[in-house]
């Protein structure tokens, strides 16, 4: 199985930045599709942000458009989401999410097959 670990979270000021990172074990990295989803509280988990396998495809919720940087380090087996001008409504655990099958829609949690165990971003305005 493939495990996800999130790191970088915290508490940051409105405008803010900050930089997620996710470590996957195993050697097979370049073959996932690797997200991230977050959830507020009393909210549904949302897309955010993926990157296909290897290429430079990115895709992004509207709402971090312009503010989101998804990337990823093959070699390391680690995406990263940098995060700038950060917002209240920003705040939630942000969830690593990787899944194999190329054909299937990113926005859904659904079609993900690993998940990482959160990190908190809490935005104070």
């Known amino acids: 199985q493939v495990q996800l670990v999130e790191s970088g979270g915290g508490l940051v000021q409105a405008g803010g930045s900050l930089r997620l990172s996710c470590a996957a074990s195993?050697?097979?990295?370049?073959?996932?599709?690797m997200g991230w989803f977050r959830q507020a509280p009393g909210k549904e988990r949302e897309f955010v942000a993926s990157t296909r396998r290897s290429t430079s495809s990115t895709y992004y919720a509207d709402s971090v458009k312009g503010r989101f940087t998804i990337s990823r380090d093959n070699a390391k087996n680690t995406v990263y989401l940098q995060m700038n001008t950060l917002k209240p409504e920003d705040t939630a655990v942000y969830y690593c999410a990787a899944k194999s099958s190329y054909y299937s829609d990113d926005y859904y949690p659904n079609e993900y097959d690993y998940w990482g165990q959160g990190t908190q971003v809490t935005v104070s305005s």
């Open positions: 195993g050697r097979t990295f370049t073959g996932y599709t």
